[in-house]
T-cell receptor, first 113, second 112 residues
Framework: DAGVIQSPRHEVTEMGQEVTLRCKPISGHNSLFWYRQTMMRGLELLIYFNNNVPIDDSGMPEDRFSAKMPNASFSTLKIQPSEPRDSAVYFC???????????FGSGTRLTVV | GENVEQHPSTLSVQEGDSAVIKCTYSDSASNYFPWYKQELGKRPQLIIDIRSNVGEKKDQRIAVTLNKTAKHFSLHITETQPEDSAVYFCAARKANNNDMRFGAGTRLTVKP
C-alpha cells in the first residue's frame, strides 16, 4: 500500500486566494482525519470523517475552512479566502474505525503570503 | 473533551542514557494511548501503543507504562542513540470516539 497520499506537498499562495488540499486514505480505512500543525499550537484536529460522513468539525477554525469526503478514497480541505495565519503544515491521517493508531500522510506545507 | 498534557517540552540526554516522557489525560473513558515520533520535516509515525487493559508494553529499547488510576502514561527509551532525536507525541482516544487528542510534543535531543 502506498500509504496516505497528500497533495500538493508544498503550496505558496497569496492572501485571499482559495486553497484546496487533497488526501487519499489507505484503502480499506474508513476513518479520515485532518490535522493542522504549527509551532505555537502543535497538532490540532480540524475535522474527521467516519465512512465518509463528517463526525466532528468543532476544530475547524472558521467558516473559511471546509472539508468534504465525496467517497471512501478521497477528501479535500478547502480554505477560502486564505490568510497568512493559515500558514501551517496540514496532515491527513486515516485508520480503521475504532481501531489502532492513525497513519499520517506526508503533509502539505501551506504558506500564505 | 479529552485534554492531554505532556512534559517535558524539551529533553536533552547523552547517548546511551535513558529518556522518559510523561503524559496525563483527563477523560477516564480513554482506552487507547499511542506514541508518535516525528523527525524534522516528516510525518508523525506510530512507534508504540498501549491499551487500557495493559499496564506495560515493551518493544526493544522502547517501553510504555500506563497508570489508569492516576490517568498517566509514560514513554521510556533506553540506550538512546542520536537517531532517536525527534519530537515525540503522546495521544489518547476514547473507546466510542474515533478522534484522538495529542499532547504538545517533547523535543528529544540525544547528544553523541
Amino acid at each position: 500500500d502506498a500509504g496516505v497520499i497528500q497533495s500538493p506537498r508544498h503550496e505558496v499562495t497569496e492572501m485571499g486566494q482559495e486553497v484546496t488540499l487533497r488526501c487519499k486514505p489507505i484503502s480499506g480505512h474508513n476513518s479520515l482525519f485532518w490535522y493542522r500543525q504549527t509551532m505555537m499550537r502543535g497538532l490540532e484536529l480540524l475535522i474527521y470523517f467516519n465512512n465518509n460522513v463528517p463526525i466532528d468539525d468543532s476544530g475547524m477554525p472558521e467558516d473559511r475552512f471546509s472539508a468534504k469526503m465525496p467517497n471512501a478514497s478521497f477528501s479535500t480541505l478547502k480554505i477560502q479566502p486564505s490568510e497568512p495565519r493559515d500558514s501551517a503544515v496540514y496532515f491527513c491521517a486515516s485508520s480503521f474505525l475504532g481501531g489502532g493508531g492513525y497513519t499520517f500522510g506526508s503533509g502539505t506545507r501551506l504558506t500564505v503570503v | 473533551g479529552e485534554n492531554v498534557e505532556q512534559h517535558p517540552s524539551t529533553l536533552s540526554v547523552q547517548e546511551g542514557d535513558s529518556a522518559v516522557i510523561k503524559c496525563t489525560y483527563s477523560d477516564s473513558a480513554s482506552n487507547y494511548f499511542p506514541w508518535y515520533k516525528q523527525e524534522l520535516g516528516k510525518r508523525p509515525q506510530l512507534i508504540i501503543d498501549i491499551r487500557s487493559n495493559v499496564g506495560e508494553k515493551k518493544d526493544q529499547r522502547i517501553a510504555v507504562t500506563l497508570n489508569k488510576t492516576a490517568k498517566h502514561f509514560s514513554l521510556h527509551i533506553t540506550e538512546t542513540q542520536p537517531e532517536d532525536s525527534a519530537v515525540y507525541f503522546c495521544a489518547a482516544r476514547k473507546a466510542n470516539n474515533n478522534d484522538m487528542r495529542f499532547g504538545a510534543g517533547t523535543r528529544l535531543t540525544v547528544k553523541p
